[in-house]
């Protein structure tokens, strides 16, 4: 089956750190681009972070440049951000998401496949 | 960015009518312009791609239109299965952006 499975959310103090991951199965991930999407719950959706298949193109929300960073590990099928400096405003459910194209080296931005999220809740 | 404003944020239609969905970005997006729907609970799933381009197994009462600023979604005639959220998304500017999302309820 073609999924994606996030774990690693909790509650965090604010200025604390954490990683959230995600596990893909059903598909090459080496072959797709992948991203962190966040939403906090019944409101709208934030794109973060992208990386490349590769990792050879990241990019993020000014929102969190420079304090959040993502990863992948493409020999364990499997996409990582860690968030460092967190603030109250990162509470949120945070998406791994696929791209839909593989025949490209970059970031496409198509949200093809979704994980069903790991909820972030920063607060002391 | 470029910010998408979708119209309106909610509306109530019975099983078999016609629904239409706007979205307008702040500036041109030529055709990047996708379409996600969001059941309560679950993660968004892409419906519409580039504009029109309908995702495998997405039902054809699903269609999209527009280019540049302006861009619409329809369902010719709606189901039970078709209450949810929807959300439009550009990619055509770099952060990709969403708009606010629309909430189709029963009547």
């Known amino acids: 089956e073609v999924q994606l499975v996030e774990s690693g959310g909790g509650l965090v103090q604010p200025g604390r750190s954490l990683r959230v991951s995600c596990a893909a199965s059903?598909?090459?991930?080496?072959?797709?681009?992948m991203y962190w999407v966040r939403q906090v719950p019944g409101k709208g959706l934030e794109w973060v972070a992208g990386i490349s298949r590769n990792s050879a193109i990241i990019n993020y929300a000014d929102s969190v440049k420079g304090r959040f960073t993502i990863s992948r590990d493409n020999a364990k099928s499997s996409l990582y951000l860690k968030m460092n400096s967190l603030r109250i405003e990162d509470t949120a459910l945070f998406y791994c998401?696929?791209?839909?194209?593989?025949?490209?080296?970059?970031?496409?931005?198509?949200?093809?496949?979704w994980g069903r999220g790991t909820l972030v809740i920063v607060s002391s | 960015d470029t910010q998408m404003t979708q119209s309106p944020s909610s509306l109530s239609a019975s099983v078999g009518d016609r629904v239409t969905i706007t979205c307008q970005a702040s500036?041109?997006?030529?055709?990047?312009l996708n379409w996600y729907q969001q059941k309560p609970g679950l993660a968004p799933k892409l419906l519409i791609y580039d504009v029109s381009n309908l995702e495998p197994g997405v039902p054809p009462r699903f269609s999209g239109s527009g280019s540049g600023t302006d861009f619409t979604l329809t369902i010719s005639s709606l189901q039970p299965e078709d209450f949810a959220t929807y959300f439009c998304?550009?990619?055509?500017?770099?952060?990709?952006?969403f708009g606010q999302g629309t909430k189709v309820e029963i009547k």
């Open positions: 500036q041109d997006i030529s055709n990047f």
């Open positions: 998401a696929k791209d839909k194209n593989s025949d490209s080296s970059g970031l496409n931005y198509y949200f093809d496949l």
């Open positions: 059903g598909f090459t991930f080496e072959d797709y681009a």
């Open positions: 998304q550009q990619l055509h500017n770099l952060p990709p952006t």
